[in-house]
């Protein structure tokens, strides 16, 4: 492995960009440490299909949000026929796709908040009220768009006036949002590494939630605890619910699943395919707390590499 040509994908065009410049940055210099030989490719600067497959033995993805995380780049990877790390095309994209995930979640049975959707010209404030009647939604919610990572676009609404105005902004942008139940209670993550649960680390944000900058800067001062402050019961749950959705939506690698624990039950958010490797990325940490360094950490997804995944 270690005459492999390694080619570090990073940056790309999401709102994402900057975070994933740190991670694959981070991750170039672990697999440089590990002997091997490393180099980048930024889709910024040069579409994915100029990547060299004859120079280029494996990809690893160190993309975050769109085109990166929702089966574009993995589209790319698998046309060209070099291995690649992380989820696979289908995966990626469903998991990417909140409304998508939210249906696969309900079929395995795995708890997540109530929610409806709002698409693009289908929409009028009568409508918006008839439909959280109907669904029995009530203030306060989160509104997101359908297809963003890491909190891009998340707004909570305290009523129908804030819920209408986050509308009205977000469909300059987006033409699909999720409203869903606010659930209070402990901010719960989970790792899975090749199928494999690490552990179960709580996030403490001093902001209104763990929005964007509560997981990227360290001003916003988020305190990690790890593991999570929870039952032993609760927390081996929490480990069998994440592996649970990451076997459904058949993802490969790495994930990260997010959690809200209220009332003695987890509420499944969302998985992420493409979790942070910052030094503020909460995969890191809950792999070190189990004895896998970062270097070690980003080896296990390299080796993890195919095709058709």
């Known amino acids: 492995m270690k005459n492999k040509k390694i080619l570090v994908v990073l940056g790309g065009t999401s709102g994402e960009r900057a975070v994933s ?13 590990k002997g091997y030989k490393v180099s980048t490719f930024d889709p910024k600067k040069k579409s994915l299909s100029l990547i ?30 070099v291995p690649y790390t992380h989820s696979g095309v289908i ?9 998508i995930s939210k249906k696969i979640f309900q079929q395995h049975k795995i708890k997540s908040p109530m929610y409806f959707v709002l698409k693009q010209g289908h929409y009028n404030n ?15 919610v989160v509104i997101k768009p359908a297809n963003e990572g890491s909190s891009i676009g998340v707004k909570i609404c305290k009523n129908i006036s804030e819920l209408k105005n986050a509308t009205n902004i977000l469909f300059r942008k987006y033409l699909e949002l ?3 139940t606010f659930i209070g209670g402990q901010e719960i993550q989970v790792a899975v590494l090749n199928n494999t649960p690490l552990g179960v680390i709580e996030l403490k944000p001093k902001r209104k939630f763990y929005d964007y900058k509560a997981k990227y800067s360290k001003s916003a001062k ?9 039952k032993k019961t609760k927390y081996k749950e929490a480990l069998k619910i994440a592996k649970k959705a990451h076997r459904a939506l058949g993802c490969k690698g790495v994930t990260r699943s997010d959690f809200k624990f209220f009332n003695n039950k987890f509420y499944l958010l969302e998985i992420n395919t493409q979790p942070g490797m910052t030094d503020l990325s909460l ?3 809950i792999a070190n707390y189990k004895g896998i360094s970062f270097e070690n950490l980003v080896e296990k997804i390299l080796l993890n590499a195919s095709l058709n995944r």
């Open 283 to 285: 995969v890191p940490e």
């Open 178 to 180: 999720i409203v869903e």
């Open 21 to 33: 410049l740190d991670s694959g940055r981070a991750c170039v210099k672990a697999l440089k440490k």
């Open 91 to 99: 995966s990626s994209c469903n998991a990417m796709n909140k409304v």
């Open 52 to 81: 060299d497959k004859h120079k280029t033995d494996i990809i690893f993805n160190a993309l975050h949000g769109r085109d990166g995380e929702d089966g574009v780049a993995q589209s790319y990877f698998e046309c060209l026929r």
């Open 222 to 230: 988020t305190l990690h605890i790890m593991p999570a402050k929870i």
């Open 126 to 140: 009568v409508k918006l009220k008839r439909i959280l009647k109907t669904k029995k939604i009530t203030f306060p």
